[in-house]
């Protein structure tokens, strides 16, 4: 059966480890994930798969045991089969730091039927002027009908007013 977990927690050494340990407890097989630390929490999703006739009942209890310890966990039955199809390509996004920039550029991808894959964001001091700058990564997926000229004519419509720069382009590592 494949899983997807999500946790929060107050950031300390050791969360990666205790959810690891109920995972494994249940014969679970850790897939992908992405684990990260902002500000004071933990924050990280996790895929994994589990073998048929598993008792779910105590995996659930006992990921839901891990809140004695702080982690607050949801857990969710992943399905493949509904997994988004598309044109796997990149977006990366660089520009001073304002309100805003979020909202406008996901606001355009999701006009032009596109799918966040991964997102990524920062804001970072620039080196010589010394300003906030603000950065997004993000991998992404095209609809089918979609080109990435197309897209990238869009986005540089939009550019200019969030006064960012922008590119795109196709994600052969994806």
Partial sequence: MDWVLTAMSVDRSGIVEEIAAVVTKH????????LSRLGGQFAGIVQFTTPDG???????SELADLQKNGIT???????????????????????????GIVREI?????ENGVTIEQFETDVFTASMAGEPMFAIEAQILLPTGLSIDQLTRSVEG???DIMVDIRLQMDEAC
């Fill in 106 to 110: 996901t606001h355009l991808l999701r």
């Fill in 27 to 34: 014969e679970g097989n850790w897939v992908k994930s992405s």
């Fill in 158 to 160: 939009i550019a200019g």
């Fill in 73 to 99: 966990i949801q857990l969710e039955v992943d399905n493949p089969q509904e997994r988004q199809s598309g044109v796997p390509a990149f977006i990366e996004l660089t520009g001073m730091d304002h309100k």
């Fill in 54 to 60: 598993l008792d779910i009942a105590a995996l659930k």
